[in-house]
């Protein structure tokens, strides 16, 4: 059977739950050092949806890119889980002085970059290293809390995952029976042993949303915004897969 996977950055690297879909064996979490290893993982999952940018723009806008305007419309009050993200030039920036600095240089009007998003900047890196038009077919851009609202039918969810960067007990719990819901199969989740440190619970939930995004995509359902891509200079689509 087919595999698929979904990765969320985390401390350790990426949190990556491989799934071969409803009625398959269990999904099983790994964590993976970087995406070169979860590209090259033994399940060879056909899609991997990551909740990461792929694809930059030249110029950052306000509000960033048209994906990521059209992703918080429809979040509602979790909308500021979408971060903006920056011109690919501010991405070659050590500090976030100088991510900053880039990035003004490249907007119009100057913008600067969020530190929530100057913190994933290695990732995004790692990803950009690798990518290219014919990858993108496989490694997809996916954002798991469009993915929790399409589970609950395209309605904005109600409660945070976390609260003062602490994880939100109510919030994850919601997340989990909207994936039980859905017909993920949360509770026979392969979990091995790992430290928190390593990946919190919002990590993990984060990579099942994605992985059960990754079977949508794989069957052709996916939710796919904007509705027609724009482009970035190296031909890479700019949009963001439920």
Sequence with gaps: MTWVAGADGCPAGWAAVFWQG?????????????????????????IIAADMPVGLAQRAERGGRLCERETRKRLGARQSSVFATP???????????????????????????SKQCFNIFPKIREIDALMTPELQTRLRECHPELSFWAMNRETPLPLPKKVKSAPHAPGLELRRALLRNAGFPLDDLEIPPIKRKDAAPDDILDACACAWSAWRMLEGKELRLPGEPQFNAAGLRMEISA
Excluded at 94 to 108: K, V
Aim: hydrophobic share 40%.
């Design 87 to 113: 011109a690919h030039l501010a991405l070659a920036a050590e500090t976030y002085e100088d991510a900053c600095r880039l990035n003004r240089a490249h907007s119009d009007p100057p913008l600067g970059v």
């Design 22 to 46: 409803p009625g398959g064996p269990p999904p099983r979490l790994r964590l993976l050092p970087n995406m070169t290893a979860l590209l090259e993982a033994e399940e060879a999952p056909t």
